[in-house]
């Protein structure tokens, strides 16, 4: 069974604060993902990639960052956090895109006060 | 563009009876989609309740179907009768070969079982 984990599980900063989302996968998946989840927005892909050092924009990623720095770890950075970044996010991965089964993180509850 | 669009916000349903959720996509891309429906449980990630790859086809799982239609652009969930335990959110999503293999989901569904 494929394991996604993300940390912290809940995080509160201020407007301006700088944090960083974590997500490790353990089942060599290629792709990995991040996305927020708001009320009456569905999941929306902030960003992805295919790899190590792979970086591929989503479809709302202004006042975000990525890195992937190996196979298993892909980090979400938000540098200057606002309140409009206030969402629950979740990871993913993936062996390849489209037809594959999508592995999700439990979620990160992020509160930008 | 790509977009799944679902029953919205919250469907109620008792206990045994019937459920059906619906699920319409649209795809400019030459290439069918692949359709998906996803489950999130209170306080867990999203999770894969079935998939269909080819287009006529039906994928079942846990009592629930859904059937590809492509005349109709449909993926829609059905359940004969539902328990509590299926209380949770559901989401359709698309895939979409020809569109650099992105995935996009519908808005999700809140489907509340009373006992």
């Known amino acids: 069974e494929a394991a996604v984990t993300q940390s912290p599980r809940n995080k509160v900063t201020v407007t301006g604060g700088n944090v960083t989302l974590s997500c490790r996968q353990t089942?060599?998946?290629?792709?990995m993902y991040w996305y927020r989840q708001d009320t009456g927005h569905g999941l929306r892909l902030i960003h992805y990639?295919?790899?190590?050092?792979?970086?591929q924009i989503g479809d709302v990623p202004d006042g975000y960052k990525a890195t992937r720095t190996t196979q298993e770890d892909f980090f979400l950075l938000l540098e200057l956090a606002s309140p409009s970044q206030t969402s629950l996010y979740f990871c993913?991965?993936?062996?390849?895109?489209?037809?594959?089964?999508?592995?999700f993180g439990s979620g990160t509850r992020l509160t930008v006060l | 563009g790509d977009s799944v669009t679902q029953t919205e916000g919250q469907v109620t349903v008792s206990e045994s009876k019937s459920l059906i959720i619906n699920c319409t996509y649209s795809?400019?891309?030459?290439?069918?989609?692949?359709l998906f429906w996803y489950v999130r449980y209170p306080g867990e990630g999203l999770q894969l309740l079935l998939k269909?790859?080819?287009?006529?086809q039906k994928g079942s799982s846990r009592g629930f179907e859904a059937t590809y239609n492509k005349e109709t652009t449909s993926f829609h969930l059905q359940k004969a009768s539902v328990q509590e335990s299926d209380s949770a959110v559901y989401y359709c999503?698309?895939?979409?070969?020809?569109?650099?293999?992105?995935?996009?989901f519908g808005d999700g569904t809140q489907l509340v079982v009373k006992p």
């Open positions: 993913a991965s993936s062996d390849r895109a489209s037809a594959e089964t999508l592995y």
């Open positions: 089942n060599s998946h290629n792709y």
């Open positions: 990639s295919y790899g190590a050092g792979n970086l």
């Open positions: 795809t400019t891309s030459i290439a069918y989609p692949n």
């Open positions: 269909v790859i080819t287009a006529g």
């Open positions: 999503a698309l895939g979409d070969r020809g569109n650099n293999n992105r995935i996009f």
